[in-house]
Every structure is written in structure tokens, then in C-alpha cells.
């Protein structure tokens, strides 16, 4: 049993390790990037760039119509959305808009903060503008995953 807890820890660990590495990759990014739209940037860059902790939940919220709210604090999980999130890029603007396909992903820090990222179909919207999400298949498989914690 104490061999089993000791990996666990060993993951967790290294989940850790990778969602700062990510932070700092994409703080690097937005420093070498500078402000020039969103298109091409990851996900995380372009909702989360103004953040170098490392968060210890997340929330989904849908609004369909019902609003759910599911939350988690599982390390492995939320490393895991975040990793999801920062391999995403951002594409070109849509004009397909949805009302009931809304959900928004928070992120929650050890201080309390919160940053959200707000997502509408299959897309991102930043600034009332929708954008494709290109890469996305892992973020949707974690937020399923969220929804089933």
C-alpha cells in the first residue's frame, strides 16, 4: 500500500512538473509573440497568458438548457485539461454561432484566483469572437472526463 501511494505521489509529481513546464512555454510565447491576434496562438496562450501558477482545480460549466457546474481537484485531471488546453491552437474566426452549446472552463489557483476560458461549440470565443479550436480532440476528451469525476 505505502509503494502505491509513493507512485501516486511520483505522478503527481511529474503531472506538476509538466503543467509548469507548459506554463512556462507559453508565457515564453506571449512574451516572444507579442500582441498580434489570436489566430495560431494555443488556447492557453491566448485565455491564460497573464499566469504562471500552476492551478489546482478546474471547473466546467455548461449552459444548455440547464446550467451544470462540475468541478475537480484531482492534480492528475487538472494537469491534464490544462496540457489539453495549451495544445490547442487558435484558427481562423466563425460565423456559426450556437446559444446552446456554451461551457465555460475555469481554472482555480491556490490563492483563490480564477481565469476562464469560454468555449461555444467546437469553438473558443475571446473578446465576443468565435474562433475554431484546431487540435482539440484531448481537450474534449478531458472535459468528458471532468463530467464523469
Known amino acids: ?63 444548455g438548457e440547464a446550467r451544470t457546474a462540475y468541478e475537480t481537484d484531482d492534480d492528475e485531471l487538472v494537469a491534464s485539461t490544462f496540457a489539453a488546453l495549451d495544445g490547442c491552437t487558435v484558427g481562423d474566426a466563425v460565423d456559426e454561432r450556437t446559444s446552446d452549446a456554451g461551457r465555460t472552463l475555469v481554472f482555480v489557483y491556490t490563492d483563490g484566483s480564477e481565469q476562464s476560458v469560454e468555449l461555444e461549440g467546437k469553438n473558443i470565443v475571446l473578446d465576443k469572437t468565435a474562433y475554431r479550436l484546431n487540435g482539440a480532440d484531448e481537450l474534449w476528451r478531458q472535459l468528458a472526463a471532468i463530467k464523469n469525476s
Open 1 to 63: 500500500m505505502a509503494s502505491r501511494g509513493c507512485a501516486s505521489n511520483k505522478i503527481a509529481g511529474a503531472l506538476i512538473a509538466v503543467v509548469v513546464f507548459a506554463a512556462a512555454v507559453t508565457l515564453m510565447r506571449v512574451y516572444v509573440a507579442g500582441e498580434h491576434g489570436a489566430q495560431g496562438k494555443t488556447a492557453a496562450q491566448v485565455s491564460l497568458n497573464d499566469c504562471a501558477a500552476v492551478p489546482v482545480a478546474v471547473k466546467l460549466i455548461e449552459d
